[in-house]
């Protein structure tokens, strides 16, 4: 069974910093899909970035990029020049490329950015 | 607007006592999945379909039911609520049923049983 681990519970960022959080993931499967998603104090799921497995480069969204390592299985978000509306739960999540497959997530990292 | 909705958002209820949370999508999706997040778990699935009247468990579906009898509507159906039901709920859907497809999320259903 596929699993997905984010082992840190909290992270602070000051505001126009840079942040990373982690993501590991186990799996037998050759091709999936990765997701972080951003749960904000409103609790709607947002899809920040997606990442195919079989893409060796590393997706960007803005000031949202992805450290895809496939042979360590991590899968990391860094933030970059961090905003108070960034602030939220960050869920990495994994998804088999084939039918009837699940969004299998982590347990979440709760984001502050400080002033 | 493209969106999946749910209802009620909050429910307070009481444990035995029948209840259905609604889900609609107006996206013409063929995936609906139903999820609960308990704090220190994340999200875990509960049911899914497939397609109308194609539905299956996921990780967690003892005390649930689930029928998909329009495309656009997944009932999630508590029958004999517990307080162990207690949680966060989310419907989610996808055009397709692989992992090229986006899962959308309605807004979340938090149901208290007393």
């Known amino acids: 069974a596929q699993t997905v681990t984010q082992s840190q519970p909290e992270m602070s960022v000051q505001e126009a910093e840079t942040v990373t959080l982690s993501c590991t993931y186990d799996t037998s499967e050759s091709d999936y899909y990765l997701f972080w998603y951003k749960q904000p104090p409103s609790r709607q799921m947002i899809l920040v970035i997606r990442q195919e497995a079989y893409k060796q480069q590393n997706a960007t969204e803005n000031r949202f990029s992805v450290n895809f390592q496939k042979a360590a299985k991590s899968f990391s978000l860094k933030i970059s020049d961090s905003q108070l509306g960034d602030a939220a739960m960050y869920f990495c999540?994994?998804?088999?490329?084939?039918?009837?497959?699940?969004?299998?997530f982590g347990t979440g990292t709760r984001l502050q950015v400080t002033l | 607007e493209a969106q999946v909705t749910q209802n009620p958002r909050y429910l307070i209820t009481v444990t035995g006592k029948k209840l259905t949370v609604t889900c609609s999508q107006n996206m013409n999706h063929e995936y609906m999945s139903w999820y609960r997040q308990d704090p220190g778990l994340g999200l875990r699935q509960i049911y899914y379909?497939?397609?109308?009247?194609?539905?299956d468990k996921g990780d967690v579906p003892e005390g649930y039911k689930v029928s998909r009898k329009e495309k656009r509507n997944f009932p999630l159906i508590l029958e004999s609520p517990s307080p162990n039901q207690t949680s966060l709920y989310f419907c989610a859907s996808s055009l397709g049923t692989g992992g090229f497809y986006e899962q959308f999320f309605g807004p979340g259903t938090r149901l208290t049983v007393l």
């Open positions: 379909s497939m397609n109308v009247e194609v539905t």
């Open positions: 999540a994994y998804r088999a490329a084939g039918t009837a497959s699940k969004l299998t």
